[in-house]
T-cell receptor, first 113, second 112 residues
């Protein structure tokens, strides 16, 4: 059974800092890995999707990497801003046709002024 | 463009009452549809998924059921709610085949 772990559970950084969020998964037989953002009381917003054959994806100040063989992914946020404050969720997609996602419990990020 | 609608946004129900949450997707055909629950302090748990009309797969045994009466409509139901059914319920869709999942805004369900 796939298990996804995210470290740290919570993180507080001053504005402008670069930061790294970590995600690890137990079964390397994945189709892809997706990073989401969740604001309090809201749904999920997809940030980046990395296919299993890819090593990284970039969108603006966000860069996600994937090392499938070691079961790890990182989300790098450059020059953090208060608007980046949210919970960040990592999810892995299994190889079945239903594209089921297994989620980590998230990292709650606060960027302070 | 595709959009996903989920309602109601919040719901307060007494124990033992029935439940019906609805989710619809616009702008696409034959999507995969999913229901997730996010309990307080816990991660998102997949409850049901559907790859086509009338095709429902359950991931965990529970007090809930799901139905897909139309291609782009997914309904989460219960005949009698339990206190443990409280949580944040999210509907999602994907084009299938490992493509990104897109989520609705969620329903906050409180059971009294």
């Amino acid at each position: 059974k796939q298990e996804v772990t995210q470290i740290p559970a919570a993180l507080s950084v001053p504005e402008g800092e670069n930061l790294v969020l970590n995600c690890s998964f137990t079964d390397s037989a994945i189709y892809n890995l997706q990073w989401f953002r969740q604001d309090p009381g809201k749904g999920l917003t997809s940030l980046l999707l990395i296919q299993s054959s890819q090593r990284e994806q970039t969108s603006g100040r966000l860069n996600a990497s994937l090392d499938k063989s070691s079961g790890r992914s990182t989300l790098y946020i450059a020059a953090s801003q208060p608007g980046d404050s949210a919970t960040y969720l990592c999810a892995v997609c299994g190889t079945g046709t239903a594209s089921k996602l297994t989620f980590g419990t998230g990292t709650r990020l606060q960027v302070t002024l | 463009s595709q959009t996903i609608h989920q309602w109601p946004a919040t719901l307060v129900q007494p124990v033992g009452s029935p439940l019906s949450l609805e989710c619809t997707v616009e702008g696409t055909s034959n999507p995969n549809l999913y229901w997730y629950r996010q309990a307080a302090g816990r991660g998102l748990q997949l409850l049901f998924y559907s790859v086509g009309i009338g095709q429902i797969s359950s991931e965990v045994p529970q007090n809930l059921s799901a139905s897909r009466p139309q291609d782009r409509q997914f309904i989460l139901s219960s005949k009698k709610l339990l206190l443990s059914d409280s949580g944040f319920y999210l509907c999602a869709w994907s084009p299938g085949g490992g493509q990104p999942q897109h989520f609705g805004d969620g329903t906050r369900l409180s059971i009294l």
